[in-house]
């Protein structure tokens, strides 16, 4: 029999929940109305997808999933029910007159979040979620839903980044830190040793995939002290890595050449000078910010570098072990994270300096791991022994365990400080680039 969940703890949950929609609201407030039909990235739905979206995954999940409750329209519950993997070189063709008026989708919404709300309120309907929760997570249906949302408020975010500048409203940010002097090019040696992945059941919340904790050795290695920066790739790209078939794979060097990619996707080029499309601006070339990269273009970087891409492990034991043998659950120690350690929830749009937050270094010495930009592993995206798919969201992880997928870890400038935990893995396509995520190399010791 399921207890009920302390009304303290509810009302967390639920406060967790206002301060996501925050989020996603606040970035629907800079999109311009002209705007909502735009499909700034040519793989994925159009913006007003994700305005619908965001209601109809918790409303399917906890209304009609946990509750069992009547909707209202389940045409629109099903029309923005599941967002699109982009494959390569299939892209969606829809037009904008497919789409319901942005006043009917913002009805939906509207009567979707107060029908939720009074009965995420009503003490009956709570009991009821609560067993339902008990009955499928070790953390909860309410942590679903807002980990969901925190998770779009950043993928939505890379895709605002690719709208034209006049399409969207300017936000204030705070200035980039100082940069450090004497910063990246160093590489730091792990001895051999023990990484944990994963986490074990019944503790904390989790998504399926970051379960069951299991241990790994790991060989000594050396690993970058800093995530690769734009001023090195601009060597690479310099040095006409871009024509060199040698570095990359047959599928990677086909994208690229179908692509006409010559440079990063972040990167814009106006004659001999490259300048940097940052979030709300064009600015001059960053060199100290972290190069952001589709997987592709990192793993030919690491073959001219001559080194490879971290392993998922590689990178567990360079962020999280120490030299006593011992694991930390973030890189720094196990204070909750804060604005010194790194560039992460929601501070800035934009990347800052790689070598910024000397707080953030791990035991090792290893510093940057966690924010700033998500790292590429060479670790493809696979179950972890013991996994089990949840009942109430089976696809989550499993319909991506398709061999086409690689593991990042660590975290960007828009990650929520919840899923900078140590066992939370984020995936993507190989060739996709607009990910805020760049990378870091490594070679034997
Ligand atoms: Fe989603």
Known sequence: MATSIAPVAWASRLKELEEARAKTDELFGIVTSEALFDRPIPERHRIIFYLGHLEAFDWNLIWKGALQREPFSEELDRLFAFGIDPVDGTLPADRPEDWPSVGEVREYCRRVRAALDGCLQDKRARDAATQYEEAFTSGGLMHVAVEHRLMHAETLAYMLHQLPYDRKHPQPQSPPPAPRAGAPARMVTIPAGVATLGQRKGHAFGWDNEFEEHRVEVPAFRIDAHKVTNGQFLAFVRAGGYDDRSLWTPEDWAWKEAQGLRQPVFWVRRGERVEYRAM??????????????????????????????????????????????????????????????????????????????????????????????????????????????????????????????YVMKGGSARTAACMLRRSFRNWFRPRYQYVYAGFRCVEAA
């Open 280 to 405: 709300f601006e064009q600015i001059a070339l960053p060199r100290d910010w972290p190069v952001y990269v589709s997987h592709a273009e990192a793993a030919a970087y690491a073959r001219w570098a001559g080194k490879t891409l971290p392993s998922e492990a590689q990178w567990h034991r360079a962020a999280y072990g120490a030299p006593d043998g011992s694991e930390r659950f973030y890189p720094w120690g196990s204070s909750h994270p804060d604005r010194d350690h790194g560039n992460f929830d929601f501070d800035r749009w934009d990347p800052v300096p790689e070598a910024a937050h000397p707080a953030g270094r791990s035991a090792f010495g290893v510093e940057g791991l966690v924010g700033n930009g998500w790292e590429w592993t060479d670790t493809v995206f696979h179950p972890f022994p013991g996994f089990e798919r949840f009942s109430f969201y089976p696809g989550y992880s499993a319909n991506f365990f398709d061999d086409a997928h």
